[in-house]
């Protein structure tokens, strides 16, 4: 979905103004189409979330579209699973373990997204600040993957992730979507609950996964609801 100036500022919270100064400063992605900037949807929330700025509950809205359920945070969290002690003195070796640990399908070819997550971080770390990196593929389906699945990585050693604050990452989400949508579905909801103080407490002090799960639970119980188009509440 390509937004326009307008959209940007209402999902980022801030004045049209402040848009065009970040574009003028080449720090936000954006594309200019006759004569126009418009926002790619996932590049903008995928910047938004690597900055820490907080989006508007819109960005939980979503059209027609979104009559097809999507899983819950706490539910991908549970197909992902909780690894503790992850390997590795550096990125690469980092990742390369990470992979090695995700519960996917034998299908899917793990070199493959070895080095596709590889090449993400060439374009921009995903490392968001806090000791915290979200590393996952820009093109979800290639990976041909039926379910999105998250997978909480607590590091053995502290390493330079390239993030946001300069601060080493000990802690990695690491997102596996079938689909763009699956995708922006996830990012947002993770944006989300990385800023509720309890589930941020658990994470910081690897709590047991049971502990972990309950309280993504909560922290996702915060997430705006919208109605659909029968006034019934619709999570989104």
């Given at each position: ?32 189409i ?87 971080e ?24 039926s ?37 922006l ?18 994470v ?28 019934k509440?619709?999570?989104?």
């Amino acid at each position: 979905m390509q937004l326009s100036v307008k959209d940007a500022a209402s999902v980022l919270n801030v004045s049209e103004k402040t848009i065009y100064r970040w574009i003028k400063q080449e720090t936000i992605p954006a594309y200019r189409i006759n004569e126009q900037f418009r926002f790619n949807r996932a590049e903008l929330l995928e910047w938004a979330t690597s900055r820490r700025i907080q989006v508007s509950p819109n960005i939980f809205i979503e059209g027609d579209e979104s009559m097809v359920s999507l899983p819950s945070l706490s539910d991908a969290l549970k197909a992902g699973g909780v690894a503790y002690r992850i390997g590795g003195l550096d990125q690469p070796a980092v990742l390369r373990a990470v992979v090695d640990v995700l519960n996917l399908p034998e299908e899917v070819d793990r070199e493959f997204l070895y080095q596709v997550l590889l090449a993400r971080e060439t374009l921009g770390s995903t490392g968001i600040g806090n000791g915290i990196a979200i590393p996952h593929v820009r093109n979800p389906v290639v990976l041909h993957v039926s379910k999105p699945t998250v997978t909480l990585c607590f590091l053995e050693h502290p390493i330079d992730f390239r993030a946001i604050d300069g601060q080493p990452v000990n802690t990695l989400f690491a997102l596996i979507s079938p689909s763009v949508r699956a995708h922006l579905h996830l990012l947002s909801r993770l944006g989300f609950v990385l800023r509720n103080q309890d589930f941020q407490k658990a994470v910081q002090r690897r709590a047991s996964r049971e502990e972990l799960t309950n309280a993504l639970v909560v922290a996702e119980a915060g997430i705006p609801v919208s109605k659909n188009d029968f006034g019934k509440d619709k999570i989104i």
